[in-house]
């Protein structure tokens, strides 16, 4: 029996889920990694992660549940037309909640909210049928509300200075 791409993804997303949760309790402190990504004279831009314990779980968790359910799609989704999509599709929705969790930047903040939104309506329409395409719309508009949310938290924090 040949094992899928997403099965092996799924797979190892599942043990990096446990191996996150097994050190977790010997974690006890921060980690924070910048790394430049452009500089100029008066400007730079860096990438910056932190990992700490509350980090960690959260991971664990994504990871856990993003492998399940690409071993399960290999087994409900095999016989589709643009499985390939809809895998790349779970992964980038992935990559999305991760960003959302290590990097601790306004601006990384709203690009990781962004394209959980993007991804969430496409992994949504993705029959492309009356209902899906209604639930879509309903994604959408909840995910403006969310970033109308996001803008004034973030505005609120720079009038306030922090």
Do not use: H
């Amino acid at each position: 029996m040949a094992f899928k791409f997403n099965e092996v993804l799924g797979c190892v997303f599942m043990v990096l889920g446990w191996g996150v949760i097994s050190i977790i309790p010997f974690f006890d402190s921060i980690i924070l990694v910048e790394y430049r990504i452009w500089l100029s004279r008066n400007l730079s831009v860096n990438l910056t992660v932190l990992l700490d314990q509350i980090r960690g779980l959260f991971m664990a968790a994504i990871f856990l549940i993003s492998g399940s359910v690409l071993v399960y799609c290999s087994w409900y989704m095999g016989d589709e037309t643009y499985y390939s999509r809809f895998i790349y599709l779970v992964i980038f929705f992935v990559l999305s909640i991760i960003s959302l969790i290590i990097i601790p930047n306004l601006i990384a903040l709203l690009l990781g909210w962004d394209g959980l939104g993007i991804t969430s309506f496409l992994l949504v329409v993705y029959y492309q049928n009356n209902k899906s395409l209604g639930a879509g719309m309903v994604t959408v508009l909840t995910n403006r509300v969310g970033d109308a949310i996001l803008l004034s938290i973030i505005g609120v924090f720079c009038r306030e200075g922090t």
